[in-house]
Structure formats: C-alpha cells, structure tokens
C-alpha cells in the first residue's frame, strides 16, 4: 500500500494503460477491504462488544408520525382540543405531530408514533487546545 501512496501524477501517466488499472483494481479492492474492516468494527460497537477511543455510539434522529389514517386523526385532534379547552381551528392548518404535541401536550401522546431512529457510530471531534 505504501507504495501507492508516493506515486505521483507524472510517473502514473508514465505508465502503460494495463499497469495503471492494475494500481486503481489494487487501490479499489485497499478501499473495500478497509470499509469492510470499519464496518465490522461500527458493528461490533452497535452491540455493545466493544469500543473505540475517539468513536461513539449516537442515537439516530427521532421522527414522529401519525398513529392513525388522515381523517382518524383530524377527528380524534378535534377531539382532544374540546377537551382540552384549545380552540380546534388552531389544529386546521397543516398540523404536524409537533405541533400537535405542543398545542394539546400529552393528550396527543396516543395518536403518535415515535421512530427512535437508527443509531450510528460518529467519530469524536477533536478539542482545540
């Protein structure tokens, strides 16, 4: 591999055509190695086998969806505002499960689902001194 490294630009094309696909297979079968190898380790650290100074697990990014069908849910928000004494027009417009949660709080709970997302291995950033 190091060898590959510390060709340069000028003695590449030097090289005959065959010889210069022979070190791109070379460096592309390197790269496919090394993924591997990186995605064995992510792997192993998602299941909790082991861990790597530097890299950490992280949640993935939560979304929100309805429970329930369209028109299930537009009736059950209207609902839920008369019940909680929140004026049902303000849940017209587009209503995101956000949102619902924010105008009816837990009373909307139930008519959403929450997709913890799929976590992933990041690496560390680097503290500036």
């Known amino acids: 591999m190091n060898e590959l490294t510390n060709i340069t630009p000028g003695q590449l094309?030097?090289?005959?055509?065959?010889?210069?696909?022979?070190?791109?297979?070379?460096?592309?079968?390197?790269?496919?190695?090394?993924?591997?190898?990186r995605d064995q380790v992510f792997r192993a650290m998602l299941d909790g086998q082991v861990t790597v100074p530097g890299y950490?697990?992280?949640?993935?990014?939560?979304?929100?969806?309805?429970?329930?069908?369209?028109?299930?849910?537009?009736?059950?928000?209207?609902?839920?505002?008369?019940k909680c004494g929140v004026n049902p027009m303000e849940l017209f417009a587009p209503v995101t499960p956000a949102k619902a949660v924010k105008i009816l709080g837990k009373a909307a709970d139930d008519l959403i689902i929450e997709d913890k997302g799929k976590p992933f291995v990041m690496r560390q950033r680097k503290e500036k001194v």
């Open 13 to 37: 094309a030097a090289l005959e055509p065959e010889a210069r696909k022979a070190i791109l297979d070379q460096v592309h079968d390197y790269i496919e190695a090394l993924e591997a190898m």
């Open 56 to 82: 950490t697990v992280c949640a993935g990014k939560a979304k929100r969806s309805w429970a329930l069908a369209e028109l299930e849910t537009i009736f059950a928000l209207k609902e839920r505002a008369q």
